[in-house]
Nanobody, 128 residues
Framework: QVQLVESGGGLVQAGDSLRLSCAAS????????MGWFRQAPGKEREFVAA????????HYADSVKGRFTISRDNAKNMLYLQMNSLKPEDTAVYYC?????????????????????WGQGTQVTVSS
């Protein structure tokens, strides 16, 4: 099993930046492909970004490409999401997730059903 704890959310204005963090424990972090998802009120959970075990592969939703950057520090068991040029439509609860399958396939990294463990989420609110 793996435990995931997100942090770094908050209330910001449009155009601001935030960096989310996800601390992992309980399993070898470098063996996990990782992802960020988000869920806005009344909407389904949607894919944001994913990163391979080594960090050499990344994949983004079109809605955040060029504004968000996913990264990881395997030595610290940490996953990050740098969010720049935030928009009101980025308002959501953001979740990190771990995929126990060692195979990295970008297209499947978008599917929430492929992930085996989830954090509790951190709220991001962007005001206009």
């Amino acid at each position: 099993q793996v435990q995931l704890v997100e942090s770094g959310g908050g209330l910001v204005q449009a155009g601001d930046s935030l960096r989310l963090s996800c601390a992992a424990s309980g399993r070898t972090f470098s063996s996990l492909n990782m992802g960020w998802f988000r869920q806005a009120p009344g909407k389904e959970r949607e894919f944001v970004a994913a990163i391979s075990r080594s960090g050499g592969g990344t994949h983004y939703a079109d809605s955040v490409k060029g504004r968000f950057t996913i990264s990881r520090d395997n030595a610290k068991n940490m996953l990050y999401l740098q969010m720049n040029s935030l928009k009101p439509e980025d308002t959501a609860v953001y979740y990190c997730a771990a995929d126990f399958n060692p195979l990295w396939v970008p297209v499947t990294s978008q599917r929430s059903s492929y992930y085996d463990a989830w954090g509790q989420g951190t709220q991001v609110t962007v005001s206009s």
